[in-house]
């Protein structure tokens, strides 16, 4: 249900799904020392609600940044409580317009010898030049790209909607970035030779791959496993290009490559690995493996060869469509799929001799194996 709802918003392009400051806080402790003397940028972050404003802005001084910027999009369906920020009036109506926070500095206004959230709402109301508004907040308009130029790290959950537009951006202004997405991100052919590239790769993660956001919207966020406004998202991971230390700790591989152990595809000289942990320590040729093997992927140890998830991935791999002979053993066998002699998929014969689609998979080489 939970990846049928992102589906969902993705399709009706409703991208309010917010972030749980326990997430945010998980993940970024990894990062902490990038973050001094740096310009940190989450343009994707309605100041009302937004949980990567709020922990900017605690952190700010623990951080040691130069500079917090945060943009919004007009019309945002949730306005918070904590930062209760001016609205415009239409017609005697509230509206919700873009704005933009900018603050360099975050001081204990209030003198309760802390520094929080109630200064932070003191300085919003009371510095002119900290609060603005914008003539739309879409990271695209030609005022937010001036605002990416000046940052040096961003920072946000981005539209499920647009996520293959934004990350294509940062890459094309050279950004630092931590930011949240779907995990079957990797298989588009935007993002994917990013990651076969080492120019993007996964972060630390949320427990379990799957995260709670807080969502407006009644028709999305109705999951047999939701608590009061949170949807679950299964499938999420952090996306970024900043060195952290998980990069360099090699899988520990106790697996012994045989040939009655591991498929071999039909149509691709590469063998199935159905779970990370199976890997095998010795096997020095191509190995298809799940996803979610990005998860434990360290650059010296593994090369990444390629991906089945397109058919323009698949070509790339040499792979030629199924054909005639093989969609008729898939029907002998009892295969009901969608499947036509034209189409690029990678296969292999299960243990029974039955013709099988392999999953979507990440084609790797052990670059030392103990053979």
Not at 132 to 154: N, Y
Request: glycine share 6%.
């Amino acid at each position: 249900m939970a990846n049928k709802n992102l589906n969902a918003a993705k399709t009706a392009k409703k991208d309010e799904f917010y972030t749980q400051m326990s997430d945010i806080e998980m993940e970024l402790q990894h990062y902490w020392q990038h973050f001094h003397g740096k310009t940190v940028l989450c343009n994707c972050d309605d100041p009302y609600e937004s949980n990567f404003f709020k922990y900017f802005a605690l952190h700010f001084n623990h951080l040691g940044l130069k500079k917090l910027i945060c943009t919004c999009y007009n019309g945002s369906p949730v306005q918070g409580d904590e930062l209760a920020l001016p609205l415009v009036f239409e017609d005697d109506e509230p509206k919700k317009v873009a704005h933009k926070v900018v603050i360099t500095e975050v001081n204990d206004l209030n003198g309760d010898g802390a520094v929080d959230l109630s200064d932070v709402r003191i300085l919003l109301q009371n510095d002119k030049n900290v609060l603005s508004t914008l003539e739309t907040g879409d990271f695209r308009s030609k005022e937010c790209i001036e605002l990416l130029k000046e940052a040096d790290i961003v920072v946000t959950n981005p539209p499920f909607s647009l996520f293959r537009e934004y990350i294509a951006q940062l890459m094309e202004y050279e950004k630092k970035f931590i930011i949240v997405g779907s995990q079957k991100a990797i298989g588009c052919k935007e993002i994917f030779p990013l990651f076969q590239q080492n120019k993007v790769w996964w972060g630390y993660g949320f427990k379990g791959a799957a995260a709670h956001f807080f969502s407006p919207y009644e028709d999305i966020a109705t999951s047999s496993n939701h608590k009061k406004d949170m949807i679950r998202v299964s499938g999420v991971t952090w996306f970024t290009n900043i060195e952290i230390p998980k990069r360099n700790e090699e899988l520990d591989l106790v697996c012994r490559y045989s040939p009655e152990e591991y498929y071999h595809y039909e149509n691709y000289d590469a063998i199935e690995v159905s779970k990370t942990t199976d890997i095998p320590y010795n096997y020095a040729g191509i190995m298809g493996v799940p996803i979610t093997f990005l998860d434990k992927y360290c650059p010296t140890q593994f090369e990444i060869v390629g991906s089945n998830s397109s058919t323009e991935l698949c070509k790339q791999l040499g792979v030629l469509p199924l054909g005639e002979d093989w969609i008729r053993r898939y029907r002998e066998h009892g295969g009901t799929g969608h499947n036509t002699a034209n189409m690029v998929r990678i296969v292999y014969n299960d243990k029974n001799g039955k013709p099988k689609v392999a999953f979507q998979r990440i084609f790797i080489r052990n670059k030392h194996p103990r053979l």
